[in-house]
């Protein structure tokens, strides 16, 4: 029996299109026979990516959109059925990490909101436009909600509503698969580890940091765009018929280890001086 990793036929709407691993994810499900619909809230960024995916002779449509938006959401959507048909795959991409560089006690309320709002909720009202289009056409679909190996354990310094908003994500994914499962939804969740991104571009282009993630995993590097495009399209296709509810970490074996990697005096003074305005550095006792 042969695993069926085609998306031949199908529509897929990936979120938070506009760059990074979007782009990525967009182009890997394009490239496995699927119509996509792109989304983002940058225009000009998501045209551009639209421009290429139709130039390698994908079937494309962009439409902005802010995940955090409901009557947004339901829109987008709608114009991906009237499109292509039936949205039967939903990446969730988008994602911020407002409160990154900022020490947790000097996290302000408005960056922590923000975070959870775009990461959780907007994750969240994707999920249930699109599944319950499909739910009351009785069709199948397979969500896939990138989350992260930081939403698998703690993690020192780290951004903690980016951290929260990703734990989050992982046990919606195990409600909605539960909840879904008698009506064909499938629902799991991709937990990349450390990858270029906008998010860590900043600090791949500080060596002490690069180091620092690049000695976090057994493969002692990080990884390439390209190492989470089978992950991807596996949990999306047929070749996943019998998963829901996983979350499937591609991180190099980062989350195989046990213990915490310290910060050292020296990666906390520069971090320090990296972030303006003091919320870089550790309140201490005076």
Same mark, same amino acid.
């Given at each position: 029996?042969?695993a069926?990793?085609s998306?031949?036929?199908?529509?897929? /709407?990936?979120t938070?299109?506009s760059?990074?691993l979007?782009v990525? $994810?967009?182009?890997?499900?394009?490239?496995a @026979?699927?119509?996509?619909?792109?989304?983002a809230?940058?225009?000009?960024?998501?045209?551009? *990516?639209?421009?290429?995916?139709d130039?390698?002779?994908g079937? *494309?449509?962009?439409?902005?959109?802010d995940?955090t938006?409901?009557?947004?959401?339901?829109d987008?959507? %709608?114009? @991906?059925?009237?499109r $292509? @048909?039936?949205?039967?795959?939903? *990446?969730?991409?988008?994602?911020?990490?407002a409160?990154a +560089?900022?020490?947790?006690e000097?996290?302000?309320?408005?960056? #922590?909101e923000?975070? *959870?709002?775009v990461n959780?909720?907007?994750?969240f009202?994707?999920?249930?436009?699109?599944a319950?289009?499909l739910m009351?056409?009785?069709?199948?679909?397979?969500?896939?909600?990138?989350?992260?190996?930081?939403?698998?354990? +703690?993690a =020192?310094? #780290?951004? =903690?509503?980016?951290?929260?908003?990703?734990?989050?994500?992982?046990?919606?994914?195990?409600?909605l698969?539960?909840?879904w499962?008698?009506r064909?939804i499938?629902?799991?969740?991709? %937990?990349?580890?450390? #990858? =270029?991104?906008?998010m860590?571009?900043?600090? &791949?282009?500080?060596p002490?940091f690069r180091?620092? #993630?690049?000695?976090?995993?057994?493969? @002692?590097r990080i990884?390439?765009?390209?190492?989470l495009? +089978?992950p991807?399209? &596996?949990l999306?296709s047929?070749?996943?018929? $019998?998963?829901t509810?996983?979350?499937?970490?591609?991180?190099?074996?980062?989350?195989?280890?046990t213990g915490v990697?310290?910060y050292?005096?020296? /990666?906390?003074?520069?971090?320090a %001086?990296?972030?303006?305005?003091?919320?870089?550095?550790r309140v201490?006792?005076?």
């Amino acid at each position: 029996m042969k695993a069926d990793f085609s998306l031949q036929g199908r529509t897929a /709407l990936v979120t938070g299109t506009s760059s990074g691993l979007g782009v990525v $994810f967009a182009k890997a499900l394009a490239a496995a @026979g699927a119509n996509v619909v792109l989304a983002a809230r940058r225009k000009d960024m998501l045209d551009a *990516v639209a421009e290429e995916i139709d130039r390698d002779g994908g079937s *494309v449509l962009a439409q902005p959109c802010d995940v955090t938006d409901s009557a947004a959401v339901r829109d987008l959507v %709608a114009a @991906g059925w009237e499109r $292509f @048909g039936p949205v039967d795959v939903l *990446v969730n991409n988008a994602g911020v990490s407002a409160d990154a +560089g900022i020490m947790p006690e000097k996290v302000p309320d408005e960056l #922590f909101e923000q975070t *959870v709002r775009v990461n959780l909720t907007g994750t969240f009202i994707c999920c249930r436009e699109v599944a319950t289009r499909l739910m009351a056409a009785g069709r199948p679909g397979a969500i896939v909600n990138v989350a992260s190996v930081a939403g698998m354990g +703690g993690a =020192p310094y #780290f951004p =903690p509503a980016y951290q929260a908003s990703k734990a989050a994500v992982i046990n919606l994914t195990r409600n909605l698969a539960l909840s879904w499962a008698d009506r064909g939804i499938r629902v799991n969740a991709l %937990a990349p580890g450390w #990858f =270029p991104s906008e998010m860590t571009e900043g600090w &791949f282009a500080v060596p002490e940091f690069r180091d620092r #993630f690049e000695r976090q995993s057994a493969a @002692g590097r990080i990884g390439d765009h390209g190492e989470l495009v +089978g992950p991807l399209v &596996f949990l999306a296709s047929d070749a996943a018929s $019998f998963v829901t509810g996983q979350t499937l970490a591609v991180d190099g074996g980062l989350t195989a280890a046990t213990g915490v990697w310290p910060y050292s005096e020296e /990666l906390l003074a520069m971090q320090a %001086a990296i972030i303006p305005g003091g919320l870089g550095q550790r309140v201490m006792p005076e």
